[in-house]
């Protein structure tokens, strides 16, 4: 979708809205880091997100990739920077054509930076000179597929004294077709309010939409403003003063600045305002709070999961729970399949998945998993990272790349309990039985709805402690499970090959809505993935070496189970009362 | 279906079974009453109905209906008689063409009684002398198509001195093709269970299904055994001589004696029971009670509605609310879709619903509208009779030819004060909060589920109740609605034309069932045959009568209107609280 249709609609109910920008990581734990946090930060309801461009395969590559996986993974819509310096037209036609076909409609046209501050500009290095060539360009093959916004100067592309020049470049830029102007970042409210009534008595109609960057550190924030000649009010500087070693205090104190400005931005009628997030979360999300912009769960939650933003998933509302925390592999994994499982997941007749996507999410340096889980020598050893990830003390296992799931924080000691009993847990949901669907931990869909969930659990565990557990099971009428090898033995006491609504939610005037399910042949596709976390974990140490033996072992050995408690009027800890006395307790409790 | 493959199922599991028999009435009215009496039957479990034949246009064609009807709305398989005496080849043929035709699998070939006591028996009026020349052709003619039932006589056909010969004949109609007997009925059960050993040494080895019939009234059983010749114990007239004057003692007596030779049958190893119930319900139900085979919740109610056996709609499980009380209609009008609802009602893609099918519910002569009704002279004596039917004071309206549902007992009050403010009710349900699916009142469908409810009520309402009702209705983000006249002119609040899910149940291991919705398509359809009760009921009365005049009025400019409260979690009464001082109460309240 194109992103000048939500800003008009927007501006039309003078509604405010605001855009998200990043960068594309260097590293791919980075980049896993960023992801995470563009899905996080999707709660904050942007109306889109930005992320900026350098010319060269890698880094290109993933400007694109982080564009499209943001609208098909995240349902979150995506406007590509693009720059034209420094670069030659084959290529820009290739990376236009690219992001065509991966959906992306919202095009950043820019002219780019030059790869040195000590490099001269050298307009014949590529085939376009300025930003204005790639619109025209843009526009003249592509006609009105892509949005194109572009760059504005309230305070001069290169220095203050280019101001009235820059503002008839953007004037011709909107003549050449360019849909949205978004600023330059700046800290001085009213010289850009000038600026704005300038440009709009030089013709230029189109949104503008003011860059705001919250002041994260005073050297970082002295350096930027000095180089790119952005001019700071004295008053910033004065506060900053006494505060300037203590890094809490100025983003705090940046988090203030930013509020004041936007405060009034919109009393002079801005509407829209572009974050210049450099990755960072929090002081976005705490201006956002303060200015009470933060979005209702109705807003930003459609569905417990967000909904992609790709064509042909556009009915899709149902899912099987065991992807929740890998969306992008099970898109990938489904992303040929003709239609989407919609209102339910149906009969079972669940089109083949994909091949499994390699796990690049635990492709990590022998450095990196030490620092991270240490050396591993015996199953104790495992079950203590699980337990210390369950109690928030480490950050992240190679199936989960961030913390617990907020809504099992209300279950964490328990889950904690079993992990140190070897039921090692990769997935988990608790009960909940109707609560409001604006409640904010397990709230999602449209008002005045109910949500509901049955308590869920997914654990790797040993033959032994599987036998045991079975045991306990027989006869149990409403524990469900399916437990599975890596080789394939497949356990279950489920008789009919039917899908399990395990999320549901039941809204005024519509069907009940069942977007998530736990359903056997799509937990046999899981099963590998599962699976294939472990080698890839044993991969990351020296192949003799006993931490790699016992993940091994442990891949090649254990079970990969689910359990359902179908009661879901039961108590979210009744579950875990299944697991006591089974197992092992870690010696060191 | 086969019953002879459920009977088999069923001798598998060593599990207890029951038929019930009933006879084609001869009026309208009484077909209709048959009607919900099969269908209230159906709650007791019978593993098949039959229904008798004789022979003629009407009361054959009868029987053939009854048959498809009990299949296709009400899901129990029947056995349809058939008698081959006093009639020719060519009608025989006709009919079992029409029975295979609606899907009538299931025929016990009969001789047939001769039409007239005094008439002798002449084997040359038609083409098949005895019934076993009726199971010839059957099998010749439809090879496996039909289970053939024939008859059994344990105590001669026309009396003792033929027992030994009846066997035989037993003997050969299996040979023929036979797959149950079905004996007469009895009241020996040693004689009974001796002429069943008598068979079996005779090589019969088909299942055999004993009659009961519990004794009704005096008079009746003495006739009846009289003719039939059929041996009482003495003990039985013993008992009946005191209280032979006394219907109801003389019932629970019969019921006693049916109680105690099933009992016996039991202990001898017979597992079916076929209860001859001469269209009673109240002793079959006290019989199978007493023996406590009763079936549970969960084994009778696959849904809130009788799912069809037709084989086009083996899996449709979700139907509009508005025909519950009138599902003949529903299947009529539906039974050209190519698929039905199964799992959800779908984006209101509905196929087109057939032609109306005239209401021959409400044709009745004046003399029954007048002695049901009287003769409605004002708006008040309409009220009047719906307030009564709500107090269970009248057991029928034109709409409903049943006392109020069950589940709509618990708000008669409430119903009774609404329609005395003039809401005319039609249709409601109370809401339901999670019930367990065993709940007796609320309950259906596999056991350790929950059943939900949406509060429903549906009400014919003049344009000044309709007009204060919806001013209340203004703002309330919970409360849906459709409000339309007989001209079609649609007043509603639901923006997208989704379908409202009002019944839904969640059960271990399964997605969401939600059998009943409200729809904007199926009430549009629904509203046409809601007024035509209207004019049917107006038609009973004399051209020119006030009643008539009035009726039609009301029918004219009234709405028919529809309310769901979204809330499910308030209690059956707050929907009420909206109609709270709306409308003009009766003036002799």
Redesign the interface.
């Known amino acids: 979708m194109k992103i000048i249709d939500k800003i008009n609609k927007a501006l039309e109910d003078d509604r405010c809205f605001w855009s998200f920008e990043y960068f594309p990581p260097k590293t791919q734990q980075g980049v896993m880091n960023l992801y995470d946090r563009i899905e996080r930060m999707c709660n904050l309801g942007p109306l889109f997100i930005d992320v900026t461009w350098r010319w060269g395969g890698k880094s290109s590559d993933l400007t694109l990739e982080l564009c499209s996986n943001s609208q098909t993974v995240y349902g979150v819509e995506a406007n590509m920077h693009m720059t034209c310096t420094n670069t030659n037209f084959g290529l820009i036609k290739t990376a236009l054509e690219k992001a065509k076909d991966q959906g992306v409609q919202n095009i950043l046209a820019l002219r780019g930076d030059l790869p040195d501050d000590t490099v001269e500009f050298d307009p014949s290095v590529g085939e376009f000179k300025y930003a204005i060539d790639l619109v025209r360009y843009i526009r003249k093959t592509y006609g009105d597929y892509f949005c194109i916004s572009v760059a504005g100067y309230p305070e001069g592309c290169v220095g203050p004294e280019d101001v009235e020049r820059d503002i008839q470049y953007l004037k011709e830029k909107q003549e050449a077709g360019a849909d949205i102007a978004v600023t330059q970042l700046f800290y001085d409210v009213d010289n850009f309010l000038a600026w704005v009534d300038k440009c709009r008595a030089a013709g230029i109609t189109i949104p503008i939409l003011p860059g705001i960057m919250p002041i994260q550190n005073y050297g970082g924030f002295k350096r930027m403003t000095d180089l790119c000649r952005i001019s700071v009010p004295q008053e910033i500087w004065d506060r900053l003063e006494p505060i300037k070693d203590d890094d809490r205090a100025v983003k705090d104190y940046g988090i203030e600045v930013a509020v004041d400005m936007i405060k009034r931005l919109r009393a002079a009628g801005m509407r829209g305002f572009h974050f210049y997030t450099i990755n960072l979360e929090r002081s976005t999300r705490m201006v956002l709070e303060k200015l009470q912009l933060v979005p209702t769960v109705h807003e930003v939650r459609p569905l417990p999961w967000s909904p992609s933003l790709s064509e042909k998933r556009a009915g899709e509302n149902v899912r099987p729970i065991f992807w929740r925390n890998h969306a992008r592999s099970y898109i990938k994994r489904t992303e040929l399949w003709d239609e989407f499982p919609n209102?339910?997941?149906?009969d079972a007749r669940s089109p083949a998945y994909g091949e499994m996507v390699h796990n690049e999410q635990v492709r990590l340096t022998a450095d990196q998993a030490a620092k991270k889980w240490g050396h591993p020598a015996t199953v104790d050893d495992v079950k203590q990272l699980f337990v210390r990830y369950c109690e928030n003390r480490l950050d992240s296992l190679p199936w989960s790349d961030t913390p617990l799931q907020p809504e099992s924080q209300a279950i964490q000691d328990s889950l904690a309990c079993i992990n140190a009993r070897g039921f090692l847990t990769i997935n988990s949901q608790p009960s909940c039985?109707?609560a409001p669907s604006s409640d904010k931990v397990h709230g999602w869909g449209p008002?005045?709805g109910?949500v509901?969930k049955k308590a869920y659990l997914e654990f790797f565990a040993s033959p032994e402690n599987v036998k045991a557990l079975l045991a306990r099971l027989e006869g149990n009428?409403?524990v469900?499970y399916y437990a599975v090898t890596k080789g394939g033995e497949l356990l279950t006491n489920?008789v009919?090959d039917?899908?399990?609504?395990v999320t549901?939610g039941?809204?005024?005037?519509?069907?009940?809505l069942?977007p998530t399910?736990v359903e056997r042949v799509s937990f046999l596709a899981w099963k590998d993935e599962a699976f294939e976390f472990w080698n890839a974990w044993a991969h990351a140490y020296a192949r003799d070496s006993v931490s790699a033996g016992l993940l091994s072992d442990v891949s090649d050995s254990w079970y990969l189970m689910n359990i359902?408690e179908?009661?879901?009027?039961k108590s979210s800890e009744s579950i875990f009362e299944l697991f006591d006395g089974l197992g092992q307790a870690l010696s060191t409790e």
């Open positions: 209102g339910r997941w149906g039985n109707g008002s005045n109910f509901y009428p409403t469900t489920c009919e039917s899908p399990n609504a549901w039941v809204f005024p005037g519509k069907e009940i069942q399910i359902v179908n009661n879901f009027q």
